[in-house]
């Protein structure tokens, strides 16, 4: 915990409704939550991501959530975190930038909910890899694992989603106490 606020983090691959869980989340909470910096600035690129816009955006969603945290009630809610950065620059560029690698492990999240691809693909101009959810729900567990991070996959369509979702928190908020 940050100052006593417990960072939750939803991640997920492409188009599992991790922008619109978080939304459903901070309201249900009563809290903010910190946007996908990548969305935001990748909108605005002219071609692929560079290695340096790799950074940029790492640098970025640090920043967003530093900005954030102050707001937040109890729970701080991100939509993705900045592990993203690794797992499109391990795909990318096969590596991913060393301080990107090097604040894995120093920037915690008590809790992941990993969304599963069961959701139907949703076209999006910034959604790449529609043939490719498996190998990346696999790499979303790797990595996860990888941080001995505390996360449950979240599973379902419409209300159950987000029934799960909020169930999962409960239990993980009743286990701090």
């Known amino acids: 915990m940050d100052n006593g606020i ?5 991640v997920g691959g492409e188009s ?5 869980m978080s939304a459903y989340l901070a309201d249900h909470y009563h809290t903010v939550w910190v946007p996908e910096y990548a969305r935001e600035y990748c909108e605005k690129l002219t071609g692929p ?7 940029n955006m ?3 969603q640090l920043a967003l959530e530093n900005s954030l945290i102050g707001k937040a009630n109890r ?13 499109w620059s391990d795909h990318m560029f096969g590596q991913a930038p060393q301080q990107v690698v090097d604040e894995l492990s120093r920037h915690h999240y008590d809790f992941y909910l990993l969304l599963n691809i069961d959701l139907p693909w949703q076209d999006d101009p910034l959604r790449d890899f529609p043939d490719k959810r498996e190998h990346f729900m696999q790499v979303w567990h790797d990595e996860l694992k990888a941080l001995n991070a505390s996360y449950v996959l979240i599973s379902g369509l419409g209300q159950d989603r987000y029934d ?6 409960d239990n993980f908020l009743k286990s701090l106490h």
């Open 6 to 10: 417990v960072k939750i983090a939803i």
């Open 16 to 20: 599992t409704g991790k922008s619109t």
């Open 49 to 55: 991501p560079t290695w340096q816009d790799e950074i």
């Open 58 to 60: 790492f640098d970025g």
């Open 75 to 87: 729970i701080l809610i991100c939509d993705t975190t900045f592990i993203t950065v690794k797992i």
């Open 164 to 169: 799960n979702a909020v169930r999962a928190i």
